[in-house]
């Protein structure tokens, strides 16, 4: 199935545009997602923390994903 994933801050910069389609086997968790990620983009690897949203919720790691869900990857944020 493929994923529509939205990428935000850094990520957009890793991704080099702010949304990537992904290829994944159906039944696919946010855990799992995210290690294919870091395997097709190592730089996200480097983050301190980034969060994974679906359909606007943070996302636990083992929420299984289906092709309708809207996927956002939340990089860390700083503030003063």
């Excluded at 801050?9 to 039944?27: H, M």
């Amino acid at each position: 199935m493929k994923l529509k994933i939205l990428a935000f801050g850094i990520t957009k910069d890793i991704f080099g545009a702010s949304e990537k389609e992904l290829e994944v086997e159906v039944g696919l968790n946010v855990r799992q997602l995210k290690e294919n990620l870091e395997k097709k983009f190592p730089q996200l690897i480097k983050l301190k923390s980034y969060f994974i949203a679906v359909n606007e919720e943070y996302a636990e790691d083992d929420q299984i994903l289906i092709n309708t869900d809207e996927i956002a990857i939340i990089p860390p944020v700083s503030g003063g």
